[in-house]
């Protein structure tokens, strides 16, 4: 037996509230439960690998975590595009509603939709230095995401 669907949604939303607001809103200087998920919790996972894997392949697998990110990207778009390649194309070209030039325009945009994405991740963000944060500095904080506080990584900032 299932909880319903009304009870379901209701639980979804407050999981995904209580997500975005530990996980994204909350500081983790204001806010235990952000500290220990964001802090307390990763430190005590690498301290417990350290101890079973040895201190050189944890800091090995901590180098290799940046192309987490990149793996996750590519199978989500890649393997939506391949099913609709495969499975959804073939409903345009049988459609007397929609135009085979949806099918060329698709492939367009999933060409852009690499090119942007390798654009990205191998562009260099740049640094952000006394001599040009005055380019960087154009809007008030909004004291929602953005708060105005010393950096912790760069004293001056």
Same mark, same amino acid.
């Given at each position: 037996?299932?909880?319903?669907?009304?009870?379901?949604?209701?639980?979804?939303?407050?999981?995904?509230?209580?997500?975005?607001?530990?996980?994204?809103?909350?500081?983790?200087?204001?806010?235990?439960?952000?500290?220990?998920?964001?802090?307390?919790?990763?430190?005590?996972?690498?301290?417990?690998?350290?101890?079973?894997?040895?201190?050189?392949?944890?800091?090995?697998?901590?180098?290799?975590?940046?192309?987490?990110?990149?793996?996750?990207?590519? /199978?989500?778009?890649?393997? @939506? $595009?391949?099913?609709?390649? #495969?499975?959804?194309?073939?409903? =345009? !070209?049988?459609? %007397?509603?929609?135009?085979?030039?949806?099918?060329?325009?698709?492939?367009?945009?999933? /060409?852009?939709?690499?090119? @942007? $994405?390798?654009?990205?991740? #191998?562009?260099?963000?740049?640094? =952000? !230095?006394?001599? %040009?944060?005055?380019?960087?500095?154009?809007?008030?904080?909004?004291?929602?995401?953005?708060?105005?506080?010393?950096?912790?990584?760069?004293?001056?900032?």
């Amino acid at each position: 037996m299932g909880i319903g669907l009304v009870p379901g949604i209701i639980l979804y939303l407050v999981l995904c509230i209580f997500l975005i607001h530990t996980f994204i809103l909350s500081d983790t200087s204001s806010s235990p439960l952000a500290r220990c998920f964001m802090e307390t919790l990763p430190d005590y996972t690498l301290s417990l690998l350290r101890k079973v894997l040895g201190p050189k392949l944890v800091q090995k697998l901590q180098d290799q975590t940046q192309y987490f990110l990149v793996v996750v990207y590519l /199978v989500v778009v890649l393997g @939506s $595009w391949s099913i609709m390649f #495969t499975f959804g194309y073939s409903f =345009i !070209t049988k459609s %007397n509603h929609v135009s085979n030039w949806h099918k060329y325009s698709g492939y367009c945009v999933f /060409v852009i939709c690499m090119w @942007s $994405w390798r654009k990205a991740s #191998t562009t260099s963000p740049g640094y =952000i !230095t006394a001599r %040009n944060i005055h380019r960087f500095d154009n809007y008030p904080y909004d004291d929602f995401l953005f708060i105005e506080k010393t950096c912790p990584t760069s004293p001056g900032y």
